[in-house]
């Protein structure tokens, strides 16, 4: 039903703006203001397929109750319109599981779902429409193959995503499956030190409590593992996790037994790698007076864009084009604020300089559609110019 629903989802996320942009070698001038736009930004591989599968799934069962288990991606305005396309949500209030069955068409979304979820939802008799991604779905095997093999899945990700869960749950399909989630080079650094044998054992089992499989026990589940990641993982991060490891058991057990207890596959998303790799891009080689980039407050991906650009210009991280409030106020999340604080903003004043010439750069994360990044375009246009009343936006 792939060509059924292009014109729906063409007129609901493309944009004419963006496409002009691209054209122009990703470059937009109007009076004082330069954009520079990301040369990959926006919807990945993955979530193009989940959102078109998504549209599909409601047209090919109508008549039938749709579901997906939670958001399809973190993105606010594509989760809205496919509410309004009649497909519910398992994670909104009311809505319940247990009394899913055969006439139910479940969506599982782009990350994934746990073993326990799938296993569940099959059990009823739904019927499932799988969007889980192909790059996703590489480092399952990986973690399969590590369980299967008796080594401990160390995942470099964040213990509450849900594809960091789905992952973790796939160690846990063989006896021997273990594994421990890092979320970054601090947490990393405690098991390397463990590793090396100059860890406390209560201290380390108190600092992971949660993001351990059960039973873990850092004496004998760490003599044997193999790294993993979420995909949307600051990608240069999860290589350098993979060598502290890499390093820690070579110095534990000699470069000599090295194969026989340590083990690395490249998980790293293709689509995520070239979005971070993108906007190093403008951030080299343009004067740049500041940096937007537009996705979810949860989405992990854009906050990980967001942590690149801060490291080489004033960035904001906004959610969608109203967070630019107005030419001297701008909401936005906090760049490097910590998952649990998820959806607070912060609002910043004169956050546009009045006069001069003025060069943004521009970016998405891969959640982010093209027709909120071409009305970010338009607003800060509307603000950079001083027009009063503004362009009209897009849809
Ligand atoms: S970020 Fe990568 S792994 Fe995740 S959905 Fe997109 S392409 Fe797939």
């Known amino acids: ?30 009076g004082r203001l330069t954009i520079h736009l990301a040369r990959e930004f926006g919807f990945c591989y993955g979530v193009d397929r989940a959102v078109d599968y998504a549209y599909q799934a409601r047209r090919r069962f109508p008549g039938r109750n749709v579901f997906l288990t939670g958001e399809i991606i973190h993105n606010p305005h594509v989760n809205d319109r496919l509410r309004d396309a009649g497909i519910r ?92 989630v890092v979320l970054d080079h601090a947490e990393a650094g405690i098991v390397c030190d463990y590793i090396r044998g100059s860890g406390n054992r209560d201290v380390f089992l108190a600092r992971f409590a949660g993001a351990m499989s059960p039973g873990f026990d850092p004496d004998r589940d760490l003599a044997h593992v193999g790294c993993a990641n979420q995909t949307t993982m600051l990608m240069s ?91 001297n106020e701008i909401h936005h999340r906090p760049v490097g604020a910590p998952s649990t604080t998820m959806g607070r903003e912060e609002t910043t004043r004169d956050w546009l300089p009045a006069s001069g010439p003025l060069v943004v750069g521009l970016t998405a994360g891969a959640s982010t559609p093209n027709n909120i990044v071409g009305q970010v375009i338009q607003r800060l246009e509307r603000f950079a110019l001083e027009q009063p009343g503004g362009l009209p936006l897009e849809p």
């Open 1 to 30: 039903m792939k060509e059924a629903v292009a014109g729906e989802l063409s007129a609901a996320y493309d944009s004419a703006i963006v496409q002009k942009v691209r054209a122009n070698d990703y470059r937009h001038e109007t």
């Open 89 to 180: 949500f398992l994670s909104d209030a009311g809505e319940r599981r247990d009394t899913l069955g055969a006439d139910d068409v479940v969506i599982l979304p782009a990350f994934g779902v746990t073993v326990g979820e799938m296993a569940q939802l099959s059990l009823q008799g739904c019927t499932l429409v799988d969007t889980t991604c192909g790059s996703v779905l590489n480092v399952w095997k990986n973690v399969v193959r590590y369980a299967q093999d008796g080594f401990t899945a160390v995942i470099h990700g964040k213990v509450k995503h849900e594809e960091t869960r789905a992952t973790a749950s796939q160690a846990l399909k063989y006896p021997a499956g273990r594994y421990i």
């Open 237 to 327: 991060e999860s290589l350098e996790i993979g060598e502290m490891f890499h390093v820690a058991m070579r110095e534990r057990y000699g470069e000599d037994h090295l194969a026989e207890h340590f083990r690395a596959f490249d998980t790293i998303c293709s689509a995520t790698q070239e979005r971070q790799d993108a906007v190093l891009d403008p951030l080299g080689h343009e004067r740049l007076d500041l940096m937007l980039v537009v996705g979810g407050y949860n989405s992990s991906n854009t906050c990980n864009l967001a942590r690149i650009c801060a490291d080489h210009v004033r960035t904001y991280h906004i959610a969608d084009p109203e967070s630019m409030r107005s030419s």
